[in-house]
């Protein structure tokens, strides 16, 4: 179990790192939050595909220093489950990896997706924005 009391999505991480809407939020809270190993992962990519370099996400990165979350073999089962009442919102493999990871941890996942608020399930959903 951890102590962390926010779970980010990839989303609210990018909000941050770039500026937009939502990020101050998630600043607020980074001092008591964790990322899963797949959200970083498409934090980097989704980086790399808005063109920048790659040394300047490993630099940055670092220097905000997130907690980060090994992806388990439970939280992997968890998002697979959640494909069937999820479908409808048509959540990516990384959205429903947030919500299983903050399930698992007990943690309140956050993510600037509206569409994240219309979810109806057993886990807490905070919609930055």
Same mark, same amino acid.
């Given at each position: ?11 609210? /991480? ?6 937009? /809407? ?18 970083? #992962?498409?934090?980097?990519?989704? !980086? ?15 220097? !905000?220093?997130?907690?980060?979350? /090994? ?37 309140? /996942?956050?993510?600037?997706?509206? #569409? ?14």
């Amino acid at each position: 179990m951890s102590d962390a009391r926010y779970m980010l999505d990839a989303s609210a /991480a990018l909000a941050m790192m770039l500026g937009e /809407a939502g990020g101050d939020q998630v600043r607020e809270r980074l001092g008591s939050s964790q990322i899963s190993t797949v959200n970083l #992962s498409e934090v980097v990519a989704k !980086l790399q595909e808005a063109g920048v370099p790659d040394e300047v996400i490993r630099s940055s990165l670092a220097e !905000l220093n997130f907690d980060v979350l /090994a992806f388990d073999q439970g939280q992997a089962l968890c998002a697979g489950l959640l494909r069937a009442s999820t479908r409808s919102n048509r959540l990516s493999l990384g959205d429903r990896a947030c919500l299983s990871a903050a399930k698992s941890c007990n943690a309140v /996942a956050v993510t600037t997706d509206r #569409s994240w608020g219309q979810l109806e399930l057993d886990i807490v959903v905070e919609v930055l924005r």
